[in-house]
């Protein structure tokens, strides 16, 4: 009796991908972990249809292309008559980063590279498992999704009336990020404080994201570059695979971007992020903690805070997944614990 509870309580995938050797590598490396089975697997969204409603899976990991239907009109589909979590595997190109946007706009809980020269379907498999267990969590969400609504902005403040001592925002965020980066940054106004970002993405995906952001802001978006200035009305996203760190010379601001080791297994990594700010800007800084699985950035902001800063968690209900912020609030690394929809109001009050 206690194994067969213990099966039901496995977190139940179903793969769709063309490549019938991706899905017995996927199924082999995914079934080894004792809290994943996989129930099934298919060559097309035809196929997959079926087994989603005979099978109903907990979590559904698509390929991007595949014959018949693409994975993004089929992961529209899903969304609109059997919402679910739905982890994409996109080729890691720089085209990708356009179809990693896509998908997430339309609902999926997560974007994967798919393996390249350099790295593996194992190593891939290690962290699509851990993405697995963290979206799990929000299919007891989908019933309760309401349409969503049209998002007005924040009126413009008057240039003025912001603080001009040199203020830093910085903002860390994993799974769940991208869109909750976008619904703080189009409520911004265009004279903000620079602003730099880290937000967990494979090499590539950063500067479709950044473009993505330009284009929905009144606000400066772009990928950063090593030694860039920080202005006024200006964000930057750190790039894929690459750390970014806060410095300073005289009154001015820039990053710093540069290799390094993965830090609680990220790069680009929050912690980082996070450090550099607590030391170059102190007290003249905001540190805002979103969505995410894992701990990068809690210990960070902590120092943050430590160091004078205004810092921000994004509280559990308005989370995708909540690790991160979890993290710094159990530490005491937040001064104030927000609601995503409440973040920018506080942002604006405070540079008031």
Do not use: W
């Amino acid at each position: 009796m206690i194994g067969i509870t213990a099966l039901r309580s496995r977190i139940r995938i179903l793969i769709v991908d063309d490549s019938a050797l991706v899905r017995k590598l996927l199924t082999e490396e995914l079934s080894a972990d004792s809290e994943l089975e996989v129930i099934g697997t298919a060559p097309d969204p035809f196929i997959a249809r079926d087994k989603i409603v005979k099978l109903e899976p907990d979590v559904l990991v698509l390929d991007v292309e595949m014959p018949r239907m693409d994975g993004l009109t089929f992961l529209e589909k899903i969304m609109k008559s059997h919402p679910m979590p739905v982890i994409i595997l996109s080729s890691l190109a720089k085209s990708g980063g356009e179809v990693a946007l896509r998908a997430l706009e339309l609902g999926a809980a997560d974007v994967m590279a798919k393996p390249g020269t350099s790295y593996s379907v194992k190593d891939m498999s290690v962290q699509l498992a851990d993405r697995i267990k963290a979206v799990h969590g929000m299919k007891r969400r989908y019933a309760d999704i309401p349409k969503k609504e049209i998002i007005v902005p924040v009126p413009a403040v008057n240039r003025a009336m912001l603080k001009t001592t040199n203020k830093i925002i910085a903002i860390g965020a994993s799974t769940g990020g991208t869109e909750a980066i976008k619904e703080i940054l189009i409520r911004l106004p265009a004279d903000m404080p620079p602003i730099i970002i880290v937000q967990h993405m494979p090499q590539y995906f950063t500067r479709s994201f950044a473009e993505r952001l330009d284009s929905l802001c009144k606000l400066y978006v772009k990928e950063a570059v090593d030694g860039e200035l920080l202005a006024p009305g200006k964000v930057l996203i750190a790039p894929g695979n690459l750390h970014m760190v806060l410095k300073r010379s005289g009154a001015s601001y820039y990053v710093e971007i540069k290799e390094g080791p993965l830090i609680f297994h990220q790069r680009p990594s929050v912690e980082v992020m996070f450090k550099s700010v607590a030391r170059y800007a102190g007290s003249n800084s905001i540190g805002i903690l979103l969505t995410g699985m894992g701990k990068d950035g809690a210990e960070g902001l902590l120092e943050m805070k430590n160091a004078g800063a205004l810092t921000i968690a994004q509280d559990e209900k308005s989370c995708i997944v909540y690790g991160m912020p979890k993290e710094a609030a159990q530490i005491g690394a937040a001064r104030e614990i927000l609601p995503l929809d409440a973040i920018p109001e506080a942002l604006l009050k405070f540079l008031h």
